[in-house]
């Protein structure tokens, strides 16, 4: 199993930038891909960035040129940085783990969620 803990966010100008961290420990080899999803009130939770190991990152086109996935291997942390931010950016934002152990995909490790508020 993998546990995920998240920090970061926080209230921010529109234009200003946060970081959120979300750090791993358990059967972290087992990661197979660690997405960002944000939901905000009355609306669907959404992807909104994906790292995918050994592979490469992708973006919806909402936050495409202003979000950044990484990670720290050492520290088994993934980071979110988010750039240029919007009003329409504020949501609680949560990382998600999909692992795949003896071949099964599975996507139930989830962080704790960490609000953002884009908010003059």
């Known amino acids: 199993q993998v546990q995920l803990v998240q920090s970061g966010g926080g209230l921010v100008q529109p234009g200003g930038s946060l970081r959120l961290s979300c750090v791993g420990s358990?059967?972290?080899?087992?990661?197979?891909?660690m997405y960002w999803y944000r939901q905000a009130p009355g609306k669907q939770r959404e992807w909104v960035a994906v790292?995918?190991?050994?592979?490469?990152?992708n973006y919806p086109d909402s936050v495409k040129g202003r979000f950044t996935i990484s990670r720290d291997n050492a520290k088994n942390t993934w980071y979110l940085q988010m750039n240029s931010l919007k009003p329409e950016d504020t949501a609680v934002y949560y990382c998600?783990?999909?692992?795949?152990?003896?071949?099964?995909?599975?996507?139930?490790?989830w962080g704790q969620g960490t609000q953002v508020t884009v908010s003059s």
């Open positions: 998600n783990a999909v692992t795949i152990v003896r071949g099964v995909t599975g996507s139930g490790s």
């Open positions: 358990g059967a972290i080899s087992s990661i197979n891909k």
């Open positions: 790292d995918i190991i050994g592979g490469s990152t």
